[in-house]
């Protein structure tokens, strides 16, 4: 069975750093796509990264240059590091499995969510 | 950016009826979207992908539609349990995007 758990969130003064981990297993994460997404508070769903099975990154403008994604392939784990954060980076994160094909991409498998805190 | 617009934001209906959800992209994507439906305290849980396509184990009444700028997601008849948050996606390009939401509510 796939399942996805997050962890890591809590409350962080801004200019803090963070780290959310995301441990998964019934699924090998370095050879899949793994994928962050956040909710801030009653908002809808804004992508925030994405991992390739092949190390290629990508990050929302956002986020660039803040926030690092990365796995540990050991602990079948992918973590999304968080610097520099800000009140508006408050949100529940979730991270998601992300299928992709020749003319089609999407997330099938998401985590239950962490929520971090930005505020002093 | 690539700009997704559903349209309604929200609407109410009543078991049994038959919705349609809209969502635009402000540029061709082709066939990259997907669509998710959102229960409040819970995660995303995906309905279909690559516009037209049902995912494994979600009911035969949720169904896509559309190509290039333009898609649907209708319920053709609505149970309880579909009163949620619907998102459309578009993973054509960075940085994917999401729509805003519909809010699917019980008349």
């Known amino acids: ?120 | 950016d690539i700009q997704m617009t559903q349209s309604p934001s929200s609407v109410s209906a009543s078991v049994g009826d038959r919705v349609s959800i809209t969502c635009r992209a402000s540029q061709g994507i082709n066939n990259w979207l997907a669509w998710y439906q959102q229960r409040p305290g819970k995660a995303p849980s995906l309905l279909i992908y690559a516009a037209s396509s049902l995912q494994s184990g979600v009911p035969s009444r949720f169904s896509g539609s559309g190509s290039g700028t333009d898609f649907t997601l209708t319920i053709s008849s609505l149970q309880p349990e579909d009163f949620a948050t619907y998102y459309c996606q578009q993973t054509n390009s960075f940085p994917v995007t999401f729509g805003q939401g519909t809010r699917l509510e019980i008349k």
């Not at chain 1, 998601?96 to 999407?106: D, F, K, M, S, V």
């Open chain 1, 1 to 120: 069975e796939v399942q996805l758990v997050e962890s890591g969130g809590g409350l962080i003064q801004p200019g803090g750093s963070l780290r959310l981990s995301c441990a998964a297993s019934g699924f090998t994460v370095s050879s899949n796509y793994m994928s962050w997404v956040r909710q801030a508070p009653g908002k809808g769903l804004e992508w925030v990264s994405i991992l390739y099975s092949g190390g290629t990154t990508y990050y929302a403008d956002s986020v660039k240059g803040r926030f690092a994604i990365s796995r540990d392939n050991s602990k079948n784990t992918v973590y999304l590091q968080m610097n520099s954060l800000r009140a508006e980076d408050t949100a529940v994160y979730f991270c998601a499995r992300t299928l992709r094909g020749y003319n089609y991409a999407y997330s099938d498998y998401w985590g239950q969510g962490t929520l971090v805190t930005v505020s002093s």
